[in-house]
């Protein structure tokens, strides 16, 4: 059972290019999520999926999409990338959208020159 | 504005000491807060969850409690370990669930 996985752990970008960051869980939950971290704040929440079919806008959905692939996998899309969106990047599933326990994945690290 | 805000933003003790962690939120109607452990590099991991009716909640060495009259809530470890160098972060969502917001973290580091 190996959880919340996400790929690549690391990611250097010109600025302009696009990428696409992958999550997939294992544990059979319907609602997921994509954060960014940022040194000095809390996590931001920037899409999430209620539940396979269904995408909605966080705090901080500006230069990303995603895609609810099934209800596994959710990817999140940088179109042109920005200095900007240098961060570190978490995916997140639970059982349902709401107070129901997170599970984390590792983080991907992007760096954007 | 619902906030969270959570201190100190740093905090070094010496191994076997005990230290308290704190968290005063704005978020409203109040749900739950979790506190949950980020070791560097890692994703964070769940350590307690409060509901309104309840005031404290262990978690072995981790104990939290939770004021919702004055919405603080503080976590207290007991004995501290070299394992528990990491980031505390606090969560408080909201009853509808349409808001989860996130403190940006204590850092704590555990000297031997």
């Known amino acids: 059972n190996a959880g919340v996985t996400q790929t690549p752990k690391f990611q250097v970008l010109k600025t302009g290019q696009s990428m696409t960051l992958q999550c997939a869980q294992d544990?059979?939950?319907?609602?997921m999520y994509w954060y960014r971290q940022d040194p000095g704040m809390g996590l931001r929440l920037i899409y999430y999926?209620?539940?396979?079919?269904?995408?909605d806008k966080g705090e901080v959905p500006n230069g990303y999409n995603v895609s609810r692939l099934n209800k596994r996998e959710f990817s999140l899309r940088l179109e042109s990338a920005a200095p900007s969106q240098t961060s570190v990047y978490f995916c997140?599933?639970?059982?349902?959208?709401?107070?129901?326990?997170?599970?984390f994945g590792p983080g991907t690290r992007l760096t954007v020159t | 504005k619902n906030q969270v805000e959570q201190s100190p933003q740093s905090l070094i003790i010496l191994e076997g000491k005990n230290c308290t962690l704190q968290?005063?939120?704005?978020?409203?109607?109040?749900?739950?807060l979790r506190w949950y452990k980020q070791d560097t590099g890692r994703g964070p991991v769940s350590l307690t969850i409060?509901?309104?009716?309840?005031n404290t909640k262990s978690n072995g060495r981790y104990t939290a409690t939770l004021d919702a009259d004055t919405k603080q809530s503080s976590l207290h470890i007991t004995a501290s370990q070299l394992s528990d160098s990491a980031s505390y972060i606090c969560?408080?969502?909201?009853?509808?669930?349409?808001?989860?917001?996130f403190g940006s973290g204590t850092r704590l580091s555990i000297r031997p």
């Open positions: 409060m509901t309104f009716s309840e």
């Open positions: 999926s209620a539940s396979e079919g269904t995408t």
């Open positions: 969560v408080v969502s909201d009853s509808s669930a349409s808001k989860i917001i």
């Open positions: 544990m059979n939950h319907n609602s």
């Open positions: 997140a599933s639970s059982v349902d959208r709401g107070p129901d326990e997170q599970y």
């Open positions: 968290c005063n939120y704005t978020v409203s109607p109040f749900s739950n």
